[in-house]
């Protein structure tokens, strides 16, 4: 979940900011390791990687289970918003690093929880850690004349009505919560502390964009006598450039860096695409053929650690000619040979992936057995018991509800939820139809964001003034973004592990109560789908409902998440061993196998939950008793 956000800014700095593998880089407001995982991936042994928080649970964890070259800083802060107690305001940090130190810094979500007087304070120690020439990429919420006019037609999730005396807040009383800033403003305080803005500044989405480059608006810049000269894509000399390590081939910076994905699908031995001719005002020298082809082997021999074959060595010599030499050197650092290689040395194991030891599957073995899996009937499966009768007259009785279902195809500015690919149609229909039906005072969500949105725009909807919720989630970023002023009473965030959580916490749930889980999906020693099974299912009590998300029928993955993606999940199997001859839990709707063999009633109740019927399975406790033979109830 987290390492998504981590690729898109490690997307982001590469691209961006032309971030190198042998880079020094330091992440503020870091969090559990959102960007750890990718960032880590992508450094290689010259490159360091320093992180920077408040939250001492967070930083204590990815000490702990990330890569060991990470260094972990802990702030010793007063945050009402983050829950710290500590000595200092953030006007009183200085970042424990030397001067000039790192390549680049990043911030993300840091300046949309802090005050101005902060923000300027912090803009000043970036620029001291920073090195002459080094980037800096933060985020921002900010006002301008496009943002004020969509905020003001309440097109955004965030709604930042209240003014300081220019940024805007959500809550008065905890202004951290999210702060919005003038952009000319922001504009200023770059110029002030010495930070040259790299333009465009990349608007998001936060604010009811319908074309944002992310979700928050970022802000590149770069520091001291070299920002024109890498602003320009002028060619700087060995000497000029900023404490490159001497052992990777020199890449000459460009505004065209950002092609490199276009041009070779980030694989050697691809065959670049064509990507568009430069203006005559603006083509780059290019590389002779002796020059490319001694650039290629340097490549070859301290990125992939390996000689070129000869047919790669003329694939890439000759397209070095053509194309800048840092999209070239871009396709080395982001193909799949130097990734795996870097992420097994990051992760030292037994055995590499796709052995029979290994969790991680090798897709071309799989597919004859997975042909047959895929024909299963709910008879197949051994063990559990499906009642589809009690699903279909469930279905028949919350018909009226369901055919009713209040959700848009797009942020209509109406509610909180609207459909989409992260929690569908179909999921989206029947968790809504459960909170009507059951009416629960009390939910504990285990992974947050839409399906949040989609719970409390339910309870709106049915006036249930009685309700709370608790999200557990190590990144409640989405989550805060589709929460209103009203939603703070009533949903408690805890922003870390489900591990950390004591199992008494989920004892507290009652009978019609939910406790949703859209975890990692991946069960090894210590994971969350490993507590949640372990220990937290058989401690609720009778009669709570229990969601678990991406189990798709009948109980295997997808083609593509198995094939292309391989993302090598096991939570479904994990369940299905679980539920079998497991008489303490009952299967009361599986929205795949009620898609499987009841698609004539869906169609004529709501055609919309047929468009992506998503991966929910809702379990009930119920008092132990024998185990039964499984199948199907008729």
Known sequence: MNEATGEEFLGYLVDLCGLQPGDAVLDIGCGSGRMALPFTGYLNREGRYARFDVAREAIAWCTQNIYPNVNSRVADLRSKKEKSNGNDTPSDVRLPYPDDFFDVVLLASVFTRMLASDVKHYMQEIVRVLKPGGRSLATFFLLNEESSALSKEEKGAIKLKHEMHGPRTVDVENPETAIRYPEAFVRDLYRECGLELQEPLRYGKWCGRANGMSWQDVVIAVKGASTHRLAQGVRMTETER???????????????????????????????????????????????PAAAKEYVASLYATILQRDPTPAELVHWASTATVMPPEQVYFAFVNSKEYRLRHHERAVPTMFPPGHCYSPVVDPSTIAKYMDQQYLQEPDDIKGIQFDEAAMVRFWKENAEFIKNTPFSEHDDGKNRYYYNDMYPYGDAIML????????????????????????????????????????IDPDADRL?????????????????????????????????????????????TASDVHYELFSIL????????????????????????LFEDNRSWNETYALRAFLMFNSAFEVLFWNGLFAHRQRALIQETNPLFLNNPGGSIWLRTRPTGPARRGGRRR
């Open 242 to 288: 900023p404490n490159r390590s001497s052992k990777h081939p020199p890449i000459p910076p460009s505004d065209q860096n950002t092609a490199f994905a276009q041009g070779t699908g980030g694989k050697p031995g691809a065959t670049p695409a064509a990507t568009p001719a430069p203006k005559a005002s603006e083509t780059p020298a290019r590389m002779s």
């Open 432 to 471: 809504s139809t459960m909170i009507a039906h059951f009416k629960p005072k009390n939910v504990i969500e285990v992974g947050s964001g839409f399906s949040s949105a989609c719970m409390l725009d339910t309870v709106d909807q049915l006036g249930l003034s009685d309700f709370t919720m608790t999200c």
């Open 480 to 524: 805060r973004s589709r929460l209103r002023e009203e939603d703070h009473s009533r949903v408690d965030i805890i922003e870390g592990l489900v591990q950390d959580v004591p199992v008494s916490t989920f004892s507290t749930l009652k009978e019609n109560d939910i406790l949703f889980i859209d975890s990692t999906h991946v069960l090894k």
């Open 538 to 561: 058989p401690s609720l009590n009778k009669g709570v409902l229990v969601h678990f998300h991406d189990i798709q029928y009948p109980f295997e993955y997808p083609r593509q998440w």
